[in-house]
């Protein structure tokens, strides 16, 4: 099995470099309206120049103040509302852009390969532990059928959330063979560089506990400690100035009512109760099953998570297709066959019925016109 997930790995990432290797759109991502890379690129540039006044001023007044090449900005009412890492990873693109002047279509052709060969990395890391735990063949193959073109889809289209996925999946995979260090480390890399990687407080909270409670530590122990808290208390930090000290509720909702952004059904502010209640009654549902089949241990990391997950979902005022990708190595917590099966099935329901939902309630002119933008972005 392991060999046939190799060769499904290496044709899957090479067929999706040369896909984009291909492509005449100028974005270098598969679908030219994906843009997302460009504005991190962008916002990379502007931290050189503007520092920390990215992550609590909105993005046009900053824009306005420095001339750059190809300024690329979305949201303009908003500051930079990612984390620094995610600045930092855009770094050396923003720099062969800006500095060396390559050709545009070639740096965002590159930062796309470089999403591509991570996100393969971390489809390997996640589906060889799943091998490992002996999950049922049918279900592996499943599962692999939903994410391993869902997760390349997203990373062909320049979506950066897969670099925190496999930044997870490194973490948990080593906190299965009880590398606690090195899972405290991938983990806070992976917060500071995707605000949605914080679902995995709570074992971030576990593997430093376990951590501090060996005894006495050696010089690289604390090394890595000291590093882990510096990402963490980083992260901290920029969250702070972008969701409390700017007034980013208030700008984001003034985004919302005149941008065509997917509405979250599942926020607070939103709430589409036939789909809330739904998903309240199934989380209900498998947080009783991983109560009855897990270990004290898997139970208490599992349900933290998923609960972390839900609380993100309710806070979140607008949904896009590609949130679940950092959410998907949750099924690598558990350590029994049963309780990952039983997280599997849960975790790809909900997000069917969440997906379900939008194709009922969009309107059929609104879900052709989405068609028809897809198919006109669409240039290999």
């Known amino acids: 099995m392991k060999k046939i997930l190799q060769l499904i790995v290496i044709v899957s990432t090479l067929i999706s470099l040369i896909v984009i290797s291909l492509s005449k759109s100028t974005t270098g991502t598969l679908i030219s309206i994906f843009t997302d890379h460009l504005r991190e690129t962008t916002y990379s540039i502007l931290f050189t120049k503007a520092g920390f006044k990215i992550f609590y001023e909105p993005m046009i007044k900053i824009v306005k103040e420095y001339r750059l090449r190809n300024a690329y900005v979305t949201w303009p009412l908003v500051p930079f509302d990612r984390p620094l890492g995610c600045a930092l990873i855009f770094l050396p693109f923003a720099y062969m852009e800006n500095n060396l002047r390559l050709p545009i279509i070639i740096v965002n052709k590159l930062e796309i390969m470089f999403l591509i060969i991570l996100a393969g990395t971390g489809i390997y890391i996640l589906f060889n532990h799943l091998i490992d735990k002996e999950l049922d063949r049918i279900l592996i193959i499943i599962l692999m059928l939903?994410?391993?073109?869902?997760?390349?889809?997203?990373?062909?289209?320049?979506?950066?959330?897969?670099?925190?996925?496999?930044?997870?999946?490194l973490a948990l995979r080593n906190l299965h063979y009880r590398r606690y260090l090195r899972s405290l480390l991938y983990l806070s890399l992976a917060l500071f560089i995707h605000y949605r990687a914080v679902m995995y407080a709570p074992l971030l909270f576990y593997t430093f506990l376990i951590m501090v409670m060996r005894g006495r530590p050696v010089v690289k122990d604390i090394a890595t400690l000291v590093v882990s808290l510096i990402l963490i208390g980083t992260t901290m930090y920029t969250g702070y100035l972008t969701f409390i000290k700017f007034p980013y509720d208030e700008a984001i909702r003034e985004m919302i009512s005149i941008s065509k952004v997917l509405v979250n059904p599942l926020n607070l502010l939103s709430l589409s109760v036939p789909i809330f209640t739904i998903y309240i009654i199934m989380l209900i549902v498998v947080l009783h099953m991983l109560h009855v089949f897990s270990d004290p241990r898997d139970?208490?990391?599992?349900?933290?998570?998923?609960?972390?997950?839900?609380?993100?979902?309710?806070?979140?005022?607008?949904?896009?297709?590609?949130?679940?990708?950092?959410?998907?190595?949750?099924?690598?917590?558990?350590?029994?066959?049963?309780?990952?099966?039983?997280?599997?099935?849960?975790?790809?329901?909900?997000?069917?019925?969440?997906?379900?939902?939008?194709?009922?309630?969009?309107?059929?002119?609104?879900?052709?016109s989405y068609i028809q933008l897809f198919r006109k972005s669409i240039s290999i």
């Open 299 to 368: 139970f208490i990391l599992t349900s933290s998570c998923i609960l972390s997950y839900t609380v993100l979902l309710l806070y979140h005022p607008i949904y896009q297709f590609w949130y679940p990708i950092t959410a998907i190595p949750m099924l690598m917590i558990p350590r029994d066959r049963k309780s990952i099966t039983i997280i599997s099935l849960w975790f790809v329901a909900i997000n069917i019925i969440i997906l379900s939902w939008f194709l009922i309630t969009l309107s059929k002119g609104s879900l052709l």
């Open 146 to 169: 939903i994410f391993i073109p869902y997760v390349m889809f997203w990373a062909m289209n320049g979506i950066y959330d897969v670099v925190a996925f496999f930044l997870i999946t």
